[in-house]
């Protein structure tokens, strides 16, 4: 996983030197704090450091012990971020300490952990609920779907039948058949989605979860690898879209999107009609989805439940 020791020490840091001292001075701190007893080590009577010596975190993160000295020592080394993820779980960082480890080592991309299977604070599904009857959802960068209201479940019901873990927007659009597809301009609008994946991207290069993630769905979907080849960006605005309902009614809304502060890299889409006959439409459909649940709505829909059948 880690590489071997240089043959010789790397100089002292340069232009980033802060930076690098603020790391050592973060990793010591950090180090300090971990009993030895909690990692399965003996405190003994000669232990003079608290917590775990520099060569303990080394060996329990299966790196080089004068490599991990430089590293808190400042010196002009390039961590991977394997050994950081290593470092990491040895020292018992929390989410926020290690993102912040992972910028004090300036590293390329920072991962972040946000999958649709981990748990939210349940204020956001009451924000998501109480907006009702506009459909709304957090998602991240990478349009994991991590919450949403009942609205946007009677938009895409399709997308929420989906098991947690494989609630993503992007994969969804490429790979559902053509009748639970929900866009009504899907070139325009998929193609824009690509060019946002390819702008947050690189501030991910490093990150697994986001290269394992291209690389599956361009294995998937042809049409997704030619998008992606373009190397097209663009950034999150607010735009007008429509979609199509499961009876082939058309809704015109605007999508707004809203940073989430106390979830990284994640935001929250709100979805409001750009006209009356769209909020009505789209309060009946609601009420509808409340009914009968997603697989009801679908199995009801003119579009989407004569498409169903016709695919047997």
Excluded at 144 to 160: K, R, S, T
Excluded at 169 to 189: G, K, M, N, S, Y
Excluded at 203 to 229: C, I, K, N, Y
Aim: hydrophobic content about 35%; proline content about 7%; aromatic content about 6%.
């Amino acid at each position: 996983m880690t590489s071997a020791d240089p043959a010789s020490p790397p100089g002292p840091a340069g232009g980033g030197g802060k930076r690098r001292s603020e790391l050592g001075a973060f990793l010591r701190l950090r180090r300090e704090r971990i009993a030895p007893e909690s990692v399965g080590l003996s405190r003994g009577t000669r232990r003079r450091t608290p917590g775990l010596r520099r060569e303990e975190v080394a060996q329990l993160s299966g790196i080089g012990v004068a490599w991990y000295t430089w590293l808190e020592q400042g010196r002009r080394i390039n961590p991977s971020v394997q050994v950081l993820d290593a470092i990491a779980r040895t020292l018992r960082l929390d989410r926020t300490e290690r993102d912040h480890l992972y910028r004090l080592a300036d590293v390329p991309g920072v991962p972040v952990d946000v999958s649709a299977g981990a748990p939210r604070p349940p204020e956001h599904q009451t924000i998501l609920d109480a907006l009702t009857p506009l459909p709304a959802t957090i998602v991240t960068a990478r349009y994991d779907v991590l919450a949403f209201n009942d609205a946007y479940a009677a938009l895409d019901p399709g997308l929420v039948l989906l098991p947690p873990p494989d609630r993503n927007v992007l994969r969804h659009l490429f790979t559902a058949e053509e009748h639970l597809q929900p866009l009504v301009d899907w070139e325009r609008e998929v193609s824009f989605m690509v060019a946002q994946l390819r702008a947050e991207s690189g501030r991910h290069l490093d990150d697994p979860h986001w290269t394992g993630f291209v690389r599956q769905l361009s294995e998937r979907s042809a049409r997704f690898a030619e998008m992606w080849a373009r190397h097209e960006v663009a950034s999150s605005v607010t735009r007008r879209k429509s979609f199509w309902t499961v009876d082939g009614d058309r809704l015109g809304l605007v999508a707004t999107g809203c940073a989430m502060a106390s979830a990284p890299d994640t935001r929250m889409w709100i979805y409001t009609p750009d006209d009356e006959e769209t909020e009505r439409l789209l309060g009946e459909l609601v009420a509808r989805y409340q009914e009968t649940g997603p697989a009801g709505l679908l199995e009801q829909g003119a579009r989407t439940g004569r498409g169903r059948r016709s695919a047997r």
